[in-house]
């Protein structure tokens, strides 16, 4: 069973820099659009960067443009998310998704990222 890891969130001041990652096990990305989301405490999940299969386009949520970054490297089977000048606001569980053999819908468990000083 296909399923997706999240890994390097943690607790940073205001302006830091963190990379998340996520690894997908028991399937191939490749064929894949990919998305990182995010929910902050008593707010509704939101998208946050999509990256095609190709990696040749992205999107980004206005509250994150310029600041975040999202790349993959596909024989490693991993989607990045590189977040800079991060905000208390950025504080949020962010999530790894992507929908596979067309409506089959995989999420990460999650990893956490506390932005405060």
């Known amino acids: 069973q296909g399923q997706l890891v999240e890994s390097g969130g943690g607790l940073v001041q205001p302006g830091a820099s963190l990379r998340l990652s996520c690894t997908a096990s028991?399937?191939?990305?490749?064929?894949?659009?990919v998305s990182w989301y995010r929910q902050a405490p008593g707010k509704e999940r939101e998208m946050v960067a999509t990256?095609?299969?190709?990696?040749?386009?992205?999107n980004y949520a206005d509250s994150v443009k310029g600041r975040f970054t999202i790349t993959r490297d596909n024989p490693k089977n991993t989607v990045y998310l590189q977040m800079n000048s991060l905000k208390p606001e950025d504080t949020a569980v962010y999530y790894c998704?992507?929908?596979?053999?067309?409506?089959?819908?995989?999420w990460g468990q999650g990893t956490l990222v506390t932005v405060s000083s």
């Open positions: 028991g399937f191939n990305f490749r064929p894949y659009g």
């Open positions: 990256i095609t299969r190709s990696s040749d386009k992205t």
């Open positions: 998704h992507t929908v596979i053999f067309t409506h089959i819908e995989v």
